[in-house]
C-alpha cells in the first residue's frame, strides 16, 4: 500500500468519526467553555441580557465566603464515607452473589432495583422514613424499646449529614457490586483451582487471586464513583435542601442554592467551575497514585 493510499484511508476514517467528534465537543467542551465565560462575568435573572465582566469577582466572593471551608469539609466526608463504605458492601454483597444460588436471579434483581431509581425520588423517600415526627424509622425503634422519645434525624444538626451519608451509602452499595460482581465473574476458575493445590485457604485466595485480579475495576469504579458522588446533589436535595443550617451542605447543593435563591448564575458557574478544578487535580493524582502503588483493600 503506497503512502497516498494510507493518508486517503486514515482521512476517510476522520471523515466518517466527524459527526461523533463534533456532538461530543458540542456536548462536553462547549458546556464547559460557556461555564467558564460565565464565571467571570455578572449574569442574574435581571441582566440576562446585559451581561457585565466582573473578572475574578465571583470567586472571590466564593472563596472569601466563611462557610466554604466548612462546605467543602462536609463534601470531604460526603464523598469520603460515602464511597468507603460503598466499595467495602459493594464487594461483600459481589462476593455473596458470586456463587449460584436458589432464587439468586430475583434476589439480585431485589438488591440492584435501587439503583435504578432516581436519586431525587430515593431523597423524598428517605426524608419520609427519617421524619423526626411521624418516620417509620422513629417508630420502630420507639416499638423495640430502642429510644424513648423520636430522634431528629433530618433537622437536627448532630444526625442531619451522616444521615444522609447512609442514605447514600444504601444507594451506590449496587453499583460497586454490579462492577465487582463482573469482573469476580472473568475471573478464571483454573487460578482458584492452583491455589487450592498449593494449600490457599480463603483469606489467601482473596488476597493473592481475587483482589489483584479485581484491582482495575475496584480502581475505576472508585475514581467514577468519586466523581458522581461529587456532582450528585439529588439525595440530600431531596432530604434536606443543605439544611438544616448548612449541615448537609455540599458544594453542589451550594450550587444549586445559589441559582435557586441567588438567581446568580455568574457565581454558580464559578463554583462549578471550582469543582471541575478538585476534580480534575484528584483524578490526575488519584491515578498517579494507583499506578504507582499495589492497590490494597
Do not use: C
Request: glycine share 8%.
Amino acid at each position: 500500500m503506497t503512502v497516498r493510499k494510507r493518508f486517503k484511508g486514515r482521512l476517510w476514517a476522520l471523515w466518517m468519526l466527524l459527526p461523533a467528534l463534533v456532538f461530543v465537543l458540542f456536548v462536553n467542551l462547549y458546556p464547559l467553555l460557556r461555564g467558564g465565560v460565565i464565571s467571570f462575568q455578572k449574569l442574574t435573572v435581571f441582566n440576562l441580557n446585559r451581561p457585565r465582566f466582573i473578572g475574578w469577582r465571583n470567586y472571590d466572593e466564593i472563596l472569601s465566603d466563611p462557610e466554604f471551608l466548612y462546605i467543602l469539609w462536609n463534601t470531604v466526608l460526603w464523598i469520603g464515607l460515602s464511597v468507603f463504605f460503598q466499595l467495602v458492601l459493594g464487594f461483600l454483597l459481589a462476593l455473596l452473589l458470586y456463587k449460584p444460588f436458589r432464587g439468586r436471579g430475583i434476589y439480585m434483581g431485589l438488591v440492584f432495583y435501587p439503583w435504578a431509581l432516581s436519586g431525587f425520588a430515593i431523597g423524598l423517600l428517605w426524608s419520609w422514613i427519617l421524619n423526626g415526627q411521624f418516620g417509620i424509622l422513629n417508630d420502630l425503634l420507639m416499638r423495640f424499646h430502642l429510644i424513648k422519645s423520636p430522634v431528629n434525624f433530618l433537622s437536627d444538626p448532630r444526625y442531619a449529614l451522616f444521615s444522609v451519608i447512609m442514605v447514600n451509602i444504601w444507594y451506590g452499595i449496587p453499583f460497586f457490586a454490579i462492577m465487582i460482581l463482573a469482573a469476580l465473574q472473568s475471573i478464571p476458575k483454573e487460578l482458584y483451582e492452583a491455589a487450592e493445590i498449593d494449600g490457599a485457604g480463603r483469606l489467601t485466595k482473596l488476597f493473592k487471586v481475587t483482589l489483584p485480579y479485581v484491582r482495575p475495576t475496584i480502581v475505576n469504579t472508585v475514581l467514577l464513583r468519586v466523581i458522581w458522588v461529587m456532582n450528585f446533589p439529588d439525595i440530600i436535595y431531596g432530604m434536606t435542601r443543605g439544611g438544616p443550617a448548612g449541615a448537609t451542605n455540599i458544594l453542589s447543593v451550594e450550587m444549586i442554592n445559589i441559582v435557586y435563591y441567588q438567581n446568580n448564575y455568574g457565581k454558580a458557574s464559578a463554583l462549578g467551575m471550582i469543582i471541575t478544578a478538585i476534580l480534575l487535580l484528584f483524578t490526575v493524582f488519584y491515578l498517579s497514585f494507583t499506578e504507582r502503588r499495589e492497590f490494597q483493600l
